[in-house]
């Protein structure tokens, strides 16, 4: 295999400063359609009578192109070895804000499916076998692209689902309030980026300012509690997951 066909992160996508400020049928029906025992579940969750808002965070229509993560295909991308979150989708922004306070019942992921080769170098240069978390971020005031970390899922491995879209429910709901970031943590890597939109797709990444091409070290935002700085801005790609809120309104 060629050596540009095992690239890894995201350096595909143009990296800019802060200054400068599309789903596949199958993926979008995986995020739209819950199971009926979750459902169940969630109804049984709620206070009686009360009326539910189901709502998956992080679902647009169709894009053009398809949101499809881009392994095997060369190059094969993945997110590495930090948090990150879409900023806009075309005209669609802030569509990983909740949009009301609520309850984070279950999230989803749409994985690539690399080649063995392709698994092999990830999992030699990016950290191991590929896993991810999603996070809550509440936006600070100051300094600017600043994010505090509210609380995260538990790290699920993610090799077993390459090619798939997958739903994991949460033992433990998270608590969100209006206006809070649902973001994806990697603290290794995962094939969960698509490519070749226009440069009105974005997303951001909790690196540091000089570390925006790099994916050597670790970045990811794992402890809750902590502020980060979301400096590095990567056009012309999508994450591709979402989490499901329940509130009530």
Known sequence: M???QVRCSELVTKPHHPAHKRVENGMKRAYIAIS????LTLALALPALAPATLTEVGVIGETTPATKPSCPTSPCLAVSRTTG???KVGTSTNILSAPREGTIVAWTISLG???ASQI??????????????ISVLRPQKTPNLTYQLIAQSPVMKLEKYFGKTVQFPLASTINVKKGDVIALTVPSWAPALALGFENTTSW???RPKKECTSTSNQTAQTQVGTNIQYYCLYRTARLTYSATLISTP
């Open 2 to 4: 060629r050596r540009n």
């Open 36 to 39: 009926s025992a979750l459902a």
């Open 85 to 87: 979150f879409q900023v």
């Open 113 to 115: 499916k690399p080649s």
């Open 120 to 133: 092999k170098f990830f999992n030699t240069n990016e950290g191991g076998a590929s896993t991810a978390a």
């Open 204 to 206: 951001r990444a909790s």
